[in-house]
């Protein structure tokens, strides 16, 4: 299958104003953008003891109480386990979707632990990953792990694998074994609901994630950079781990603040004079291609047919920069030709293969709708930075905490040729709490005026210096 040529890569980690940015840039351009409070709880991944508190039976589910705001959602297949988990069971379980909207968080209870290479299944067997298609290679690594794995568990080899030695994977091995060790030892110790393992760093599994990738390096920024940085470097295989360098904040000077309003934008330009339109539903995202001006000159044939090919592109980046999931339709100029149709379905197909999420796609359709099904893991970057319009209720808005961080980050560009100066934040009531909160707590470290030099200001937004 052909792949997407990618240009150089590398994987941004920055904090600022409370949040940790995770972005992969691609010649300096962002694919991907995930946004972490610092303070906030990362159930992706985490395992649990959790107390089966509900059940469905009529879909073979369970509810389990974990100690969060909701219960995690397990199905466990109840026709095919020969021991259901009933009311008032304690078991392991891991998270394998976080909470989205109005459903909880979704588990398993075949736990893994995640290296940077091998995956570890304290039961299971060992393989390989799909995405390995050398056959020489998946051989000799199968092999390799059939004689590493511990009686009864199982080792995965991930894509970043490849070309690793016996020895490496050995030593990696034995690293997943001590975690596991730990991991069963407080699950022994501890009563239900009660958190077992979770990775402490988010940037940590998010960079598991993308290893395979081939990053050319790995830049830190922010308050507390110098010690992720050394933690970082502790680990073999990484590619080279700098630390920004510039007068600017990495989010500001990497546009990453732009980038984040352009993702959360209806409309995304397009370079010919055409835009793209996204909406998004419950039930799914739509994405309606509009042709621009400057194809004015071909036929209406021609127009669709090269807007339709520039706009794939930037298509999938808005996918994956937004994170979107669930089904998504694309709705492209209508092409009469079948031929057409080909070429467009083709590029498609290939421009997705840089994404490592699971998908589904149908063929172009005769009406040139694309339906694409991607995996959800998360929710998307909208839902983390909006919520429902309190006028309108069917519309959405940023966050108070969103606009605030926004706002603040104004305030700072403002504030820095001014080192002495006094400077005055007005908002809508909860978006001015939330800044004070973050100014507190996180103010000096990032780069805002001291608190004295700021007023507070319940109104209309402004964002200046007092006179």
């Known amino acids: 299958m052909n792949v997407a040529q990618r240009g150089p890569i ?24 995930i946004l972490r409070g610092e303070e906030q709880s990362r159930l992706l991944g985490a395992i649990f003891k959790g107390r089966v508190s509900g059940q469905a039976r009529a879909v073979g589910a369970s509810f389990i109480e974990i100690g969060s705001a909701r219960d995690a959602f397990l199905m466990d297949g109840r026709a095919n386990d020969a021991n259901p988990p009933q009311l008032g069971d304690e078991l392991l379980i891991q998270i394998v979707r976080e909470a989205d909207g109005g459903k909880g968080p979704r588990a398993t209870r075949h736990l893994t632990l995640a290296g940077w290479s091998l995956v570890f299944a304290p039961v299971g067997p060992s393989g390989v990953s799909r995405r390995i ?140 004079g055409g835009r793209l339109i996204i909406e998004s539903t419950e039930a799914l995202t739509a994405i309606d291609v509009n042709s621009g001006s400057d194809f004015s000159s071909a036929t209406l044939e021609e127009t669709a047919t090269r807007t339709n090919l520039e706009a794939i592109p930037e298509i999938v980046r808005q996918i994956l920069l937004r994170d979107l999931a669930g089904m998504v339709l694309v709705d492209f100029i209508d092409m009469i030709r079948p031929e057409n149709r080909a070429r467009v379905d083709e590029a498609l197909a290939l421009e997705l293969t840089r994404d490592r999420s699971k998908l589904r796609t149908l063929p172009l359709t005769e009406f040139c709708l694309a339906q694409i099904t991607r995996q959800r893991r998360r929710p998307s970057l909208a839902r983390l930075m909006m919520q429902p319009c309190a006028c309108c209720r069917r519309g959405q808005v940023l966050r108070p905490d969103t606009q605030a961080r926004q706002l603040l980050r104004q305030l700072r560009v403002i504030a820095r040729p001014r080192p002495a100066g006094r400077f005055t934040f007005a908002a809508p009531l909860p978006v001015v709490e939330a800044a004070r909160e973050i100014a507190e707590k996180w103010g000096q470290a990032c780069g805002l005026p001291a608190l004295q030099h700021v007023s507070f200001v319940a109104g209309e937004v402004d964002i200046s210096v007092k006179s």
């Open 10 to 33: 590398s994987l941004w980690v920055a904090s600022d104003l409370g949040e940790v940015w995770l972005a992969l840039m691609e010649e300096d351009r962002p694919y991907e953008l």
């Open 133 to 272: 298609d050398d056959l020489e290679e998946r051989d000799r690594l199968k092999q390799i792990l059939d004689e590493l794995a511990p009686e009864g568990t199982g080792l995965i080899a991930r894509t970043s694998a490849v070309g690793a030695t016996r020895e490496e994977l050995e030593l990696e091995r034995d690293e997943l074994l001590a975690r596991w060790e730990v991991v069963a030892a407080k699950a022994a110790a501890v009563r239900a609901p009660a958190l077992v393992h979770r990775d402490e760093d988010p940037a940590v599994p998010w960079l598991r994630d993308h290893l395979a990738l081939g990053p050319e390096r790995i830049v830190v920024d922010g308050p507390g950079a110098d010690e992720r940085k050394q933690a970082l470097q502790r680990i073999t295989g990484l590619p080279p781990i700098e630390s920004f360098s510039g007068p600017l904040p990495a989010i500001e000077a990497m546009h990453l603040d732009r980038e984040l309003s352009g993702a959360l934008s209806a409309h995304v330009p397009l370079p010919s």
